[in-house]
């Protein structure tokens, strides 16, 4: 959701900004702009859509000169999707020039305010008025002013500023939202994730919030909005350029599914022995005491990770016979929820940025509870505000339908439920019988994956159907919910997942000549209720298309459509359903003529609530 770059150095920086710009498309845009410093004066052009048509008008006026300079992605929260609102945005004295990603929350009262004073408006963005307050306070140094300004502000943001009198300067600062200094050879890049940054430097700073720092070709000086100096460490960034680029691949979302065995067996690496049935995660150790007590886990998320953090619940009841529930983040944060003693709050998020579940996190460390982490992203706010976690260790997802994050997620909550069952009450063999079986899922998934031609072919059947069902019971009750919002999301296909048992209750009705409905049906303790809730589908016309275990031969009398997973204890299986869902989804997309990558509406991290 919205992208910063921003340079200082020697070069002329029009290409290193759209470079960079262009990595971070994949967090979901509508507009962008670039602002550069040239002679004194600032040059600012901008454009409705891809950062291409940036490009085009880029070219047609014969380039933009400048070695200061910041360029933006938005998405569009206050006013439309308009060249007038697209960053960056400035003020009306002093030739000052600001990019923002977050939301402004008193930008009325403040807007009110500067009215008063005389200054003049040309967008219904709350970023205006950032840039005409940034100008109303300058006193000759941008640097005071800016840490001025946010002063007065309330909300979340991560800002760059530029200014026509101090034509060497970037000043950055952020809250709430992302942003880190790229530290390169007397230059820097300044962006919202270390993928804009990689291919300059691969030495960081990584801003606190209230964190602002000057940057000029000489040097940094970071600092509070109150002026306090701050002393940073410089990070190394843990990412190679190959994972950010596409290869062989047609999307980032084919290769991140085709990574899944891959990601895993890095998930996977040092954390646990199968024969000791010992699970081993440096995240929680420090923590041990505190978290064998625990006498209820509840699980926060939203969408894909919501349903990570669903299949999380069974896997906590059924592993580690702990009480636990899993429930919107957005929700627990809003409705005066109990944490008792001995309560564990557990962030599942990809990004560690997402607004909703980290105002749930900070909601639930407030109330008592230990908090913990299952995060992509490393030191990402969440990251940084839980008291323990496990990374997900599955590389940059830049697809923004989450794919491998997914798989990550549920993998690092079964090693967390088997890492607390086994303190308690759970047995060396039968922790390492499952630690065997969970090692055996990478190779599964490339079975699963090397029949990509079948699950095309059999999308193609059903592509043109507008409503589609997805069910399943059990662990892969979830597994179905995240099947239905793959499919919606990148195909706009109208898909619903629900408990298989529950369609009789109402969705039945829905039910016509040739729907289709995919059951997740493999071999478990409700296989046949299952059947039972297939035929009760084909009964009504509905076509069903089976995800199944390998053998099942029966299966094929009920289902239209069979796709086979490997064998798998049913606590495990939601690792192996999900991936022939995600094939459909991705094939859906494409048949229909969609951009996989930047589906239409979404952003990749959601950093507003
Ligand atoms: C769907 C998807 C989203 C995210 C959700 C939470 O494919 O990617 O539903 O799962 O926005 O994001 P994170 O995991 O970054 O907190």
Known sequence: MCGIVAYVGSKHCQNILIEGIKRLEYRGYDSSGLATLHNGKLIITRAVGRVASLEDKLEAMGGQPGTVGLVHTRWATHGGVTEFNAHPHRDDRVGIAVVHNGIIENYAALKTLLEEKGHKFSSQTDTEVLAMLIGELYEGDLESAVQAALREVTGAYAIAVICEREPETLVVARKGSPLMVGVGNGEYVVASDGAAIISHTSQAIMLDDYNVVKITPKGFRTSTIHNVPVTHKIHQLELELEEIELGAFSHFMQKEIFEQPKALRNTFRGRFNSDEGRVILGGLADHAKELVKTKRVVLLGQGTALHAAMIGRYLFEDLAKIPSTSEFASEFRYRNPIIEENTVAIAVSQSGETADTLAALVEAKDRGAVTMGVINVVGSTMARETDAGVYLRVGPEIGV??????????????????????????????????????????????????????????????????????????????????????????????????????????????????????????????YEKVMSNIQEVRARGGHVIAIATEGDNEIKHYAEDVMYIPDIPECLSPLLAVVPMQMMAYHAAVLRGHDVDKPRNLAKSVTVE
């Open 401 to 526: 339908a989450s794919t491998k994050a997914f798989v990550g997620q549920v993998a690092v909550l079964t090693m967390m439920a088997l890492w607390l069952g086994r303190r308690r009450f759970m047995g060396a063999n039968d922790c390492g019988d499952l630690l065997r079986q969970l090692n055996t899922i990478p190779d599964k998934m490339e079975q699963i994956l090397s029949l990509d031609a079948q699950v095309k072919q059999i999308t193609e059947r059903y592509v043109e159907r507008e409503n589609w069902l997805f069910l399943g019971r059990g662990y892969n009750y979830p597994t179905a919910m995240e099947g239905a919002l793959k499919l919606k999301e990148i195909s706009y296909i109208h898909a619903e997942g629900m408990p298989a048992a529950e369609m009789k209750h109402g969705p039945i009705a829905l039910i016509n000549e040739g729907m289709p409905a995919v059951f997740i049906a493999n071999r478990g303790k409700q």
